[in-house]
Each structure stands twice: as structure tokens, then as C-alpha cells.
């Protein structure tokens, strides 16, 4: 749980990121279209944090991660997006935030505790969220991600987060460059998979849906990015289950 001392809050203005000069198509109503396909991607088990990966890199999984936090933000008051891509981190670039301090020192920080700090989280605020969007960036660079996030540590420090944020948010590396998005996957309720319909081989793709079928990762749905609006009439594309 976090301390009292709080940080304080960011002021931004916040727009969705997009991939296209067309100003007449509703994005927000896309993402709001995928939150909403999220919510009820199960009826058993409730989703309030997911993952997402790619194949490769440049497949725009930041992108897609960071609309779907401000989408989200929209709707619920606490929530929280986390840059677990610790090879290769761009979330605070997007963000214009310091990642002096993130993930990797909570997570050293709470390994010795066993409490979780508030000070490496930065909170932002815009006049369209319900509350405040919480960032928690990558943190110092360290020689061991996968060992790190594949710990009993970095589970525990998520399953804690979850009873204090409304939905959580992890960007992952891609599935085709190292194995660390499983041991995130498994730490969350749901993974989303991200295809670029300009990018994504789908040989590829089918081999890393495979990684992470054969890993028992719960896969939700996928994401297209990069489709052609004008031919399409969406920019992204939501798909089931496969």
C-alpha cells in the first residue's frame, strides 16, 4: 500500500495518440469500443489488468497501451499504466516524464520492505479523467529483466497493486525478441496481442501466438493497428478470443 507523502500531480493535455492525419475519424470511440470488449471478455473472472505485446517491435503496443490507460482513465478513477519493457522502455518518452526512478527500483525497494512506495509513481491528471492516471516508468536499467520479472517479487508487488488501483495496464516487450512478456502475462488477468497490418508477418505472428499458448497465457483478443481508415473505416480493429 502506499504511504501518505504524495506526489504531485502532472497537469497534461491529453489526446489520443494516432498513426494518421485524418482528423475525421473517432479514435476515442475505437478505444472506448475495445475497453468495453475488455470488460466483458469473460463472464467468470472480472478483468482489471492486462498486458500487451507484440510480435515485433514498431507494431505501435505503446501507442495502443497508452490510449487504452487514457481511455480508461475516462471511466475509472485510479488507474495505472506500467512500462515493463526493460530493454528497450519508451513509455516516459511519450510522456515527456523522468525514468530516473520507476519499476525496477519499487521493485528492489518493496524486495526489501515489503511495502510499496508511492515515490517512483508519478500521477496525472486531465480535465477527461474520472480520477488521475498513475505511471510507474521502467526504472534504472538492470542486467537480469527476465530473471526480475519472472520473480515471485514482481508477481506478489502486481497482485498487490491490483487492490489498490480500479485497472491496471502493463506494456511488454515483443514475443518474438525475448520470453518477458510471459512471465508479466501470467502475473495479470489478460493479455492483449497487438498485429500491425502494415508490419506483422503473419508467419511471425502465428509463432509468437504460439510461445504464448504453449506458456498458458490467457490471450483476450488481439488489436489491429495501422489499417487503412479510408478503406477499412478503423484504424484499429478489435478481434476475439482466437
Known amino acids: 500500500m502506499f504511504n501518505k507523502k504524495q506526489n504531485k500531480h502532472q497537469r497534461k493535455s491529453f489526446n489520443l495518440l494516432t498513426q494518421t492525419n485524418d482528423s475525421q475519424f473517432d479514435y476515442g470511440e475505437v478505444y472506448r469500443h475495445i475497453r ?7 463472464v467468470d473472472n472480472e478483468i ?4 500487451l505485446t507484440s ?19 475516462a471511466k475509472y478513477e485510479r488507474v495505472l499504466i506500467i512500462d515493463c519493457d526493460l530493454r528497450k522502455p519508451r513509455l516516459h ?7 530516473q526512478t520507476g519499476l525496477t527500483n519499487a521493485l528492489k525497494d518493496y524486495s526489501k520492505n515489503k511495502f510499496i512506495s508511492e515515490e517512483p509513481f508519478k500521477k496525472i491528471t486531465d480535465a477527461s479523467f474520472a480520477g488521475y492516471l498513475t505511471v510507474l516508468t521502467s526504472g534504472s536499467k538492470v542486467p537480469n529483466p527476465n530473471e526480475i520479472l519472472s520473480s515471485n517479487t514482481f508477481k506478489n508487488f502486481i497482485a498487490e ?13 515483443p514475443i518474438s525478441n525475448v520470453s518477458d512478456a510471459v512471465p508479466i502475462s501470467h502475473a495479470v488477468d489478460g493479455t492483449l496481442f497487438i498485429c500491425s497490418c502494415q508490419d506483422t508477418n503473419r508467419k511471425d505472428a502465428i509463432n509468437a ?3 504464448l499458448k504453449q506458456s498458458n497465457v490467457n490471450v483476450i483478443g488481439t488489436v489491429l493497428t495501422k489499417a487503412d481508415t479510408y478503406h477499412n473505416g ?7 478470443k482466437y
Open 93 to 99: 518518452q511519450y510522456l515527456n516524464v523522468s525514468n
Open 48 to 51: 482489471s489488468s492486462i498486458a
Open 161 to 173: 497493486l491490483k487492490n489498490t488501483f480500479d485497472f491496471i495496464i502493463i506494456d511488454c516487450p
Open 209 to 211: 501466438l504460439s510461445i
Open 55 to 73: 510480435t515485433q517491435p514498431f507494431e505501435s503496443k505503446t501507442t495502443t497501451a497508452l490510449n487504452l490507460a487514457i481511455i480508461f482513465a
Open 234 to 240: 478503423y484504424g484499429y480493429g478489435y478481434g476475439y
Open 36 to 42: 468495453t470488449n475488455i470488460e466483458f471478455s469473460t
